[in-house]
């Protein structure tokens, strides 16, 4: 998922673009490059690689003019390298263009390009777009990209130029992320605002279908008719420090530590201690509509997939409501089943994922009511969805999420709790819940305390050279052992595979032996002493045994090598506090393995293409 920038205004556009562009090298790191209209025309600078060599770039050959796009790319059509780097150009050089997307019609339309004369120079599916739009008839240059978009399947946020019309920037917006900056007598275009937020605050968010004009004196919205569209300029909450490393070698550092704020931020406001309930104002969703709620469909990936696994219990627990917990890149292409009564919950810290966007989208299709737990304010599944809990976790900017799990959990347990309510849950019960709930910022603090100890676990496992291991949990642990898991997998290259504990006896058991660590997941809770009993089958094989449970449970000790303690809590709770370690024990690997912790090889933060 690439980072699109623009500027349009009287100071240079080179800084900015380029200060902007580092900020959106979370989206995609493959490759970066620069357009700006200058004395001569347009001008373009491109390299493989990170943002930092771009700059490097422009160092030597500066770019000098007041408007221009820019890019950093996740490849999905063209291998990382130069030649794909965008911008892409026309044939005649007087285009350039900037896209986040895939063009689903692109063999086509370059067949059909080619025969008409064009040559291309690149293997992506964005190049199409600049000779369409060279191939384009219209007065100008926002009429060109409207008719060369006619013939477009798939999705894009694009940003155009052309040495035709200096200082106007068109841009373009169907299936992925666009906002404008609005500035004082200058105007930004980007992916998302933690590129543009240290030169204004106010944005203007896109929908599908608009076209946007940017000169240095003025913006205007419009549909594919022309007609003026009238978009709300939105301020945005959260400033520059939330994105700034303040101190911290690493964002997943930094998020990782400031879970017990995140946590407490999600829950400021939401608990009524007396009456044992939550309050969940932006869901749009009475007791009423709960008494009416048959089934929850919770939708998500990755991290936000196993968050969902872990509300699936607590739902299940508290309101006695069933719920089923899917792929979104599966359910939106499965049997659309009507089913009255179905509430939708689409998971994701971005907002922008395309595979759960696109299965909210079937499922308000197949007549169910949708809701968001998201953490990116004014994002497109927050925009779209009935109703929705903000995590207000602040921007998380380390590729492999951390805080926004937690939070998640937290905004699914807060949900548990208001569906609960309609459900006639006994008022204790809700109200131990609820003080339950307020009590894990502190918690979470003393699991953060844990960090020396993993630090040295993580010395030992590195230096032993373990190439593998094994996540075993059970019940509601049993996604935090999936999500332990693909933490390592993610930022430190490892492979390691999560299980439920006793499915281990059917298969994945052959694959221990000395050189195998194996962590389980093991708070003391109503599933414990099974547990205890698949850590003794892992042990007769000779297996490492990585023990997470409870403060003050002494049994592990004779079985594992290693054990760590975390707070008890409530059961259903449990997994806000035994990921902890988890998340801390992938850092400190990635870390002393030497990869790059926040920019994982082949990952991007938010995947907003299928
Ligand atoms: C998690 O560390 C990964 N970055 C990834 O699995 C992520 O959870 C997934 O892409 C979903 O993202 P979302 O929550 O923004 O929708």
Same mark, same amino acid.
């Given at each position: 998922m690439c980072g699109v920038i623009g500027y349009t205004g009287r100071r240079q556009a080179g800084p900015m673009l380029v200060s902007?562009?580092?900020?959106?090298?979370?989206?995609?790191?493959?490759?970066?490059?620069?357009?700006?209209?200058?004395?001569?025309?347009?001008?373009?600078?491109?390299?493989?690689?990170?943002?930092?060599?771009?700059?490097?770039?422009?160092?030597?050959?500066?770019?000098? #003019?007041?408007?221009?796009?820019?890019?950093?790319?996740?490849?999905?059509?063209?291998?990382?390298?130069?030649?794909?780097?965008?911008?892409?150009?026309?044939?005649?050089?007087?285009?350039?263009?900037?896209?986040?997307?895939?063009?689903?019609?692109?063999?086509?339309?370059?067949?059909?390009?080619?025969?008409?004369?064009?040559?291309?120079?690149?293997?992506?599916?964005?190049?199409?777009?600049?000779?369409?739009?060279?191939?384009?008839?219209?007065?100008?240059?926002?009429?060109?990209?409207?008719?060369?978009?006619?013939h477009v399947v798939g999705t894009y946020g694009i940003a155009v130029i052309s040495a035709d019309e200096p200082g106007k920037i068109v841009v373009a917006r169907q299936g992925s992320p666009l906002l404008? #900056?609005?500035?004082?007598?200058?105007?930004?275009?980007?992916?998302?605002?933690?590129?543009?937020?240290?030169?204004?605050?106010?944005?203007?968010?896109? %929908?599908?279908?608009?076209?946007?004009?940017?000169?240095? %004196?003025?913006?205007?919205?419009?549909?594919?008719?022309?007609?003026?569209?009238?978009?709300?300029?939105?301020?945005?909450?959260? %400033?520059?420090?939330?994105?700034?490393?303040?101190?911290?070698?690493?964002?997943?550092?930094?998020?990782?530590?400031?879970?017990?704020?995140?946590?407490?931020?999600?829950?400021?406001?939401?608990?009524?201690?007396?009456?044992?309930?939550?309050?969940?104002?932006?869901?749009?969703?009475?007791?009423?509509?709960?008494?009416?709620?048959?089934?929850?469909?919770?939708?998500?990936?990755?991290?936000?997939?196993?968050?969902?696994?872990?509300?699936?219990?607590i739902i299940e627990s508290l309101a006695g409501i069933p719920v089923t917990v899917e792929y979104a890149s599966e359910y939106r292409y499965g049997p659309q089943l009507r089913q009255p009564g179905t509430l939708t919950v689409a998971i994701s810290q971005s907002g922008e994922t395309a595979d759960t966007l696109e299965a909210m989208r079937a499922a308000r299709a197949a007549g169910s009511r949708v809701i968001g737990i998201v953490n990116v304010v004014g994002s497109t599944i927050a925009r779209e969805a009935d109703?929705?809990?903000?995590?207000?976790?602040?921007?998380?900017? #380390?590729?492999?999420?951390?805080?926004?799990?937690?939070?998640?959990?937290?905004?699914?347990?807060?949900?548990?709790?208001?569906?609960?309510?309609?459900?006639?849950?006994?008022?204790?019960?809700?109200?131990?819940?609820?003080?339950?709930?307020?009590?894990?910022?502190?918690?979470?603090?003393?699991?953060?305390?844990?960090?020396?100890?993993?630090r040295v676990l993580a010395q030992s496992l590195v230096g032993q050279g373990a190439g593998n291991a094994l996540y075993l949990g059970r019940g509601v642990n049993f996604p935090v052992a999936l999500e332990g898991a693909l933490k390592l997998k993610e930022i430190s290259y490892l492979h390691a595979e999560g299980y439920p504990a006793a499915e281990m006896k059917h298969g994945p058991i052959a694959l221990i032996d000395e050189a195998m660590p194996v962590v389980f997941v093991a708070p003391h809770d109503e599933v414990y002493p099974k547990v205890l009993s698949n850590m003794e089958e892992v042990r007769a094989r000779g297996g490492k045994i990585i023990a997470i449970t409870t403060e003050g449970n002494g049994d592990v000790r004779r079985l594992a090598e290693h054990q760590l303690r975390v707070p008890a809590t409530a059961p259903l709770l449990s997994p806000i506090l035994t990921v902890i370690p988890l998340q801390l024990l992938a850092y400190h690997i990635a870390v002393l393995r030497g990869c790059d912790v926040d920019r994982p090889r082949n990952l991007a933060k938010s995947v907003t293409v299928e």
């Open positions: 902007g562009l580092r900020r959106l090298e979370y989206r995609g790191y493959d490759s970066a490059g620069i357009a700006a209209h200058t004395a001569d025309g347009i001008a373009v600078r491109k390299l493989a690689g990170r943002v930092g060599g771009l700059q490097g770039l422009l160092e030597r050959e500066p770019l000098a #003019g007041t408007s221009g796009i820019a890019h950093t790319r996740w490849a999905t059509h063209g291998a990382p390298i130069a030649v794909n780097a965008h911008p892409h150009t026309d044939c005649t050089g007087r285009i350039a263009l900037v896209h986040n997307g895939i063009i689903e019609n692109a063999d086509a339309l370059r067949e059909l390009l080619q025969r008409d004369g064009h040559t291309f120079s690149t293997q992506t599916d964005t190049e199409t777009l600049t000779h369409l739009i060279e191939r384009a008839e219209g007065d100008n240059l926002e009429a060109r990209v409207v008719a060369a978009l006619e404008l #900056g609005i500035g004082d007598g200058e105007y930004f275009v980007a992916s998302d605002a933690s590129a543009i937020v240290e030169q204004t605050r106010s944005v203007v968010y896109l %929908d599908d279908g608009d076209i946007a004009v940017l000169t240095p %004196d003025r913006y205007h919205v419009m549909d594919r008719d022309a007609h003026v569209q009238l978009r709300e300029v939105d301020d945005v909450t959260w %400033d520059l420090a939330a994105i700034e490393l303040n101190g911290y070698a690493h964002f997943m550092q930094k998020e990782i530590l400031e879970q017990p704020e995140t946590v407490r931020s999600t829950l400021r406001g939401r608990l009524m201690f007396e009456e044992g309930c939550a309050r969940l104002n932006g869901l749009n969703l009475t007791l009423a509509d709960c008494a009416d709620v048959r089934r929850l469909t919770i939708v998500a990936c990755g991290t936000s997939w196993h968050s969902g696994l872990v509300g699936r219990h109703g929705g809990i903000y995590l207000h976790a602040g921007p998380e900017i #380390g590729v492999a999420s951390t805080k926004a799990f937690t939070s998640q959990i937290v905004a699914l347990a807060l949900l548990g709790l208001y569906l609960s309510e309609s459900r006639g849950l006994a008022l204790e019960r809700r109200q131990d819940f609820a003080w339950r709930l307020a009590q894990l910022p502190a918690l979470v603090a003393r699991a953060l305390a844990l960090e020396p100890d993993i």
